[in-house]
Every structure is written in C-alpha cells, then in structure tokens.
C-alpha cells in the first residue's frame, strides 16, 4: 500500500545524470583515482560522490517529493535530514541517506554498491507515507518502494537449499561457522558473499535469494531504504532476537537478518540466526 508522497523521479534522473557526468571524469581504466578517495577519522573512506550526493539530496529536499492534494497533514518544509555525511539528532519526519553504501567497492569499480535514500515520515517501518530509493551508479540499477511486485517470492521450494547473502569479510572471519560445521545446516542453506549491506538488501527484494543475515552493527542510514523496500514486499527484520517495527535506532546490533514474514516458523527453528553472536 502506498501513501500520499512520492518520489520527484525528475529530481532523481538530475542526481544520476549528475553522478554519471562524475564517474566519467573522475574514474581511470573502471577505479576511481585514489586523489579523490580519503579517510574519515574511523578508518573508513569517503569520497567526492559521497560528499556530491549528501549535499545534492539535502539541497533538494523540498523539491525531492510529489504530495497528493488529498493529505494536507505532509509537511515538507520541515524534513529532517540525517546522511552519513551529515548527521545528529535522528527525529521525524526525516530523509535517511547513505549516499554510497559499499564506497570501498564502488572506489574499485565494482557494482555492488549502492545509493540508499529512504523517506521515513515517522519511524514505524510500515508507515505508508515512507518512500525508499536504492540506485546502483556503476550497473544502472533502480529500485521503488513504490514498485509493486508482479509475483510471490516469499514461497520457499523445499526442494532447493535456502539462499542467503552475507558479507565477504564476515564470511573469511568465519562468522558463520554454525552453518559451515553443522551438516543438517549446510543441507539446508547456501551462503554467497557480494556487496555491500544496501545492496544486498535490494537483491532480497527483487526475489533474488531468500534472506540476508549480518553479525555486524550496522548504522540506520546503511539499512533504512532496504529494509522500507522488504517490509512492502512481506519481509521482516530482526536485530539481536527481536523484531524491528520501528527505526528509531541510530545503530542495530548482531545478529541483523531479514526474511520473508512466510518464513519466520523455519528461520525460529533455527535460533543461531538470532542468537549466535554476543559481540557488539
């Protein structure tokens, strides 16, 4: 069900066109030239796309939206905006954005990153007035919290494994041993490493696989878009044993993982995917 607001698609083909124009520049044989990669005080890199689509969405919030005349009660003119660029006080309504989830891979070239710009008009995940937008600027993929699915792809063939998507470096840290070293486990699941935790979460919703699990904290703005496109399509998600309804949280701790609400009995009987890891 979708609400009153939706996304200006205009403004947003002026930031892709923009980030386009960008990587033709500034990207040398498919890798961005390390001049314009740095480091941020906790290690982490930032990038001039980064700091362009933080300012541009944050200049164009008032103009980002299309309201329906029909609900006067949407006040746009006073839309928080919190970004990983630019962030304090997480208060509603509010523009949530991580302006490139995954920036180290998108520095290498490859397309598992992603821009991932939610609109929560309150922090209730299933409020019908949020909007999400995750857009990949290496591969051209785009994806709608307004879109609607064609299909069910929450029905699980119980002939085949269960799919997940996990981090590369959580895998090669052996964080998900209690699969690997349980035989009945790894009769049942399939684990594959690829991109970043927005990314991932945008495959889920287009049916790709069946779940996304992470043993690692992750930041609202890193999570908001995804989890806002799954909860339209039937998904749930659950951080530390408990499920979230809301996104209130600046930070939500291990173990996260997403699934289909068909599926919530299986992924139940399997309490390592919401108990296995006490470190935050």
Known sequence: ??????????????????????????????????????????QSIITIFDELISNFIRDHKET????????????????NFYSEEEHCDLIFPSIILDPIDGTREFSLGIPQSVVSLAYMNSADIDDKNNLAWIY??????EIFSEQLMLFS?????????????????????????????????????????????????????????????????????????GTILLERRGYYFYSAGIQVKKLDQKIYFPPLVWFHS??????????????????S
Do not use: C
Not at 8 to 35: A, C, M, N, R
Not at 262 to 274: A, L
């Open 1 to 42: 069900m979708t609400g009153h607001i939706q996304f200006q698609k205009k403004v947003l083909d002026q930031l892709k066109l923009l980030i386009t124009d960008k990587i033709g520049q500034e990207f040398d044989s498919g890798v961005l030239d390390p001049i314009h990669v740095k480091k941020k005080a906790d």
């Open 64 to 79: 980002l939206f299309i309201k329906s005349n029909e609900d006067s009660s949407l006040n746009l003119g006073s839309i």
């Open 136 to 141: 990949s600027p290496l591969s051209g993929m």
């Open 153 to 225: 792809i929450g029905n699980h063939n119980k002939n085949r494994k269960i799919v997940g998507l996990v981090s590369f470096t959580e895998m090669v840290g052996h964080r998900f041993d209690f699969i690997f070293n349980d035989e009945m486990l790894r009769n049942q699941f399939t684990l594959v490493a690829q991109g970043s935790i927005a990314f991932k979460l945008a495959m889920l919703a287009v049916g790709s696989h069946d779940f996304v699990l992470s043993t690692k904290p992750k930041h609202v703005w890193d999570i908001a878009a």
């Open 262 to 279: 068909s599926q919530v009995e299986f992924f139940k009987s399997h309490g390592n995917f919401f108990t296995a890891y006490s470190e």
